[in-house]
């Protein structure tokens, strides 16, 4: 099928800043395995990103290069993808931390409003982060975020899914990362405010 509109670009974010993290291993691999229809990216930024304080803002933007970049990432971008281990049986300060920063209203406007965002995770364990997705979406959703419902993925064993170089070896994950981004390619489609409008328009 012949994409009939330019790539989407999807940031992705991940909640570990470990450099071996199985989170960003997934979301390479999730580029990996996207349609043409996407382009993903992987936001290095996020541990340059200042712990939260109110005040930090009217220090203007030379206190807050960390939080403007990733502020003009997110604006830019037309959905996100985010990969979140968890922590303590919720999502890591890391994420929460840059989320809550790109909850404000700034220059860049409310840059998650509306945003589509997909959400993955990836653990050691067994339980492959429902819980830290499950605070994750409330998060989002408290941001004005619009989450995709389906479907989920929620990598469990994220140690034996790998190879050693952190290729993916793992065929099933490799199609269902397939398949989660061609769902996000449809649900940025489907709210695009040009197909909103079309919508309206058309009755
Ligand atoms: C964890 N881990 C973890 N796993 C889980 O399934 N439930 C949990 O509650 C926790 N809690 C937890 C707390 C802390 C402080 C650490 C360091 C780890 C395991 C964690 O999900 C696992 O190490 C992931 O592989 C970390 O993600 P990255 O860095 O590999 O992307």
Known sequence: MTASHPPYRVLCLSGSLRRDSW???LLRAAAAHAPATLSLQLYEGLGQVP????DLERTGPKGLAGVDALRSAVAA???LLIATPEYNHSLPGVLK?????LSLDSPQGEVLDRKPVAITGASTGP???RLAQTALRQVLHACGALVMPAPTLFVASAASRFEDDGMLAD???A??????TIALERWIAQLRPDTQ????VCG
């Open 175 to 180: 199609a269902s990362l397939h398949r989660m």
């Open 23 to 25: 989170n960003r291993r």
């Open 97 to 101: 931390n840059a989320l809550d920063w």
């Open 197 to 200: 409008e079309a919508r309206l």
């Open 127 to 129: 339980w492959g982060t």
């Open 51 to 54: 712990l939260f304080d109110e």
């Open 77 to 79: 971008a037309d959905g």
């Open 171 to 173: 065929e099933a994950l």
